[in-house]
């Protein structure tokens, strides 16, 4: 079996951990990466809590096909909290090989809750998770951090997920998953600093298992033949607000699955590469996926995002007209953790 | 036949290998490994060259390193292996392997004359080509950047 995976539930204020099994209704209604993060985001989160109250959570999450034969590996990590200043659902995507070195250290998501009383930084290593001290580099930046974070654990393949510094003033703050993959993130940033957490590190050798990899392969091997670029003619009748809410939709189904962002291009309702998707998933997890079920997922998936920020006291115009599809799917991660 | 120039490290053949060879996504187990050095342009994907006078061989304990006959390639003999790792050590190219869970010396295999990895390459940087062939088509290469067309 393939599936289910962990996700650990970390309180930096008391230090507990707690490694859970990621249930198959989660799994699959929402997949896992960014939409998992959001079904989470929304269920764990409290409603009124105050903007700096260590009850609000940081969650990172893996695709589904991290570290799995999907193509150019899937590494990408997403990471959800509630944004300190806005109030709305963060949701930032950052490239390079953490998500997968998350996966093959036996954990698919890591909910973070809770102020460590002094600046840490968790330490993930197969299937371990610890608190150490981030005192000496807290003032560093984010790829400075990395460094020191990487020479402390003598682990030169360890990914680091770290948070700059703000210098004096409203500077912005960057989230950097390695050398090349940083992405400003202010909020996200203030919130994970909030926590006094200055930087994850993951290294794992842990397998991910397969459930039939001759047919993962296998798809993997026609996903990478047929490339066809999609026609910029054939898009330019639709209708711009669909468009949009589609593209939405099937961003959030890419950031579940953890491939490269480049794969949107090559992936669209109309094209053979859909189906295709939906049979790698099956061969890779076991969970059954037809092509019409995964563009419903992308929607139930940003939809999930949208009542966070509707219940949060968002309600665009806007966002109402993008907004269709089922309302409510239950809970299916237990509120208490 | 690698193109470092042609490596964008995205570590698709690290997984591809493991699923095939092992059938579990496990980099750490797999033939091929991509020495990557972050911020720097480049990698370089890492395996068994097969030596003509393999230093794995000559440092085996056990005598678990042999060529087979059959094709010529240097494979090494699970049930004798003891796991001293020192044919990983010694290997100048770094293209020998270590199993993590069962102990055991890993080589690449080249999968029966079809490797996986070169399958699965997205950019063409790791190519199957027969060894005195590619002597030649790299001189090719070289010589190419010196006199452009």
């Known amino acids: ?337 | 036949m690698i193109d470092s120039e042609r490596c964008i490290g995205c570590k698709l053949c690290e997984v591809v290998c493991s699923v095939k060879k092992e059938r579990v996504s496990d980099p750490s187990r797999s033939r091929i490994h991509v020495l990557f050095w972050e911020g720097e342009a480049g990698a370089l994907p890492v395996f068994c060259q097969h030596c003509e006078e393999p230093l794995c061989a000559l440092v085996c304990p056990v005598n678990a390193v042999k060529r087979e006959e059959s094709t010529g390639l240097i494979i090494p003999d699970r049930e004798l292996c003891v796991g001293c790792g020192g044919c990983v050590s010694v290997c100048p190219l770094y293209g020998a392997g270590f199993d993590g869970i069962e102990k055991k010396a890993l080589r690449c295999d080249l999968c029966q004359g079809d490797p996986t990895c070169v399958k699965y390459c997205p950019t063409g940087a790791i190519r199957f080509a027969d060894r005195d062939q590619s002597q030649i088509d790299k001189k090719r290469a070289a010589a190419r950047k010196l006199y452009p067309r």
């Open chain 1, 1 to 337: 079996m393939a599936l289910p995976r962990k996700a650990a539930f970390v309180d930096l204020g008391s230090g507990r951990v707690e490694v859970r099994e990621i249930p198959r209704p989660l799994r699959e209604s929402f997949l896992g990466g960014r939409g998992i993060d959001m079904h989470l985001l929304y269920h764990l989160t409290e409603t009124n809590l105050d903007t700096w109250d260590p009850g609000n959570i940081l969650v990172l999450g893996a695709g589904v096909l991290a570290g799995t034969p999907a193509p150019l590996a899937a590494g990408a990590i997403h990471i959800g909290g509630r944004l300190p200043l806005t109030g709305l659902a963060g949701s930032l995507i950052l490239g390079g090989f953490f998500g997968a070195e998350l996966r093959f250290a036996g954990f698919d998501h890591l909910v973070i809750r809770g102020r460590a009383e002094g600046p840490v930084y968790l330490s993930v290593q197969d299937g371990k998770i610890e608190t150490c001290d981030a005192a000496p580099f807290w003032d560093e930046d984010s790829l400075g951090a990395q460094g020191v974070i990487r020479d402390t654990l003598g682990e030169d393949n360890a990914q680091v997920l770290s948070v700059g510094t703000p210098g004096d003033g409203p500077t912005p703050l960057e989230l950097r998953a390695d050398a090349v993959h940083c992405r400003e993130a202010s909020e996200l940033g203030l919130l994970m600093k909030s926590k006094n957490l200055k930087a994850v590190a993951v290294r794992g050798t842990m397998p991910i298992e397969i459930e039939d990899p001759d047919k993962a392969l296998r798809c993997l091997g026609e996903l990478m033949v047929h490339s066809p670029l999609p026609d910029a003619a054939d898009q330019s009748g639709r209708d711009i607000i669909q468009k949009i809410y589609e593209d939405e939709c099937l961003q959030a189904l890419i950031d579940s699955l953890g491939i490269m962002k480049c794969s949107s291009d090559l992936l669209s309702p109309e094209m053979q590469q859909w189906e295709l998707y939906g049979l790698l998933l099956e061969a890779v997890t076991g969970l059954r996926c037809r092509p019409s079920e995964l563009m419903r997922t992308g929607e139930r998936i940003f939809n999930q995002e949208q009542l966070f920020n509707i219940r949060e006291g968002f309600t665009g115009a806007q966002r109402e007209r993008l907004f269709k599809g089922h309302f409510f799917w239950g809970e299916l991660w237990p509120k208490s953790w």
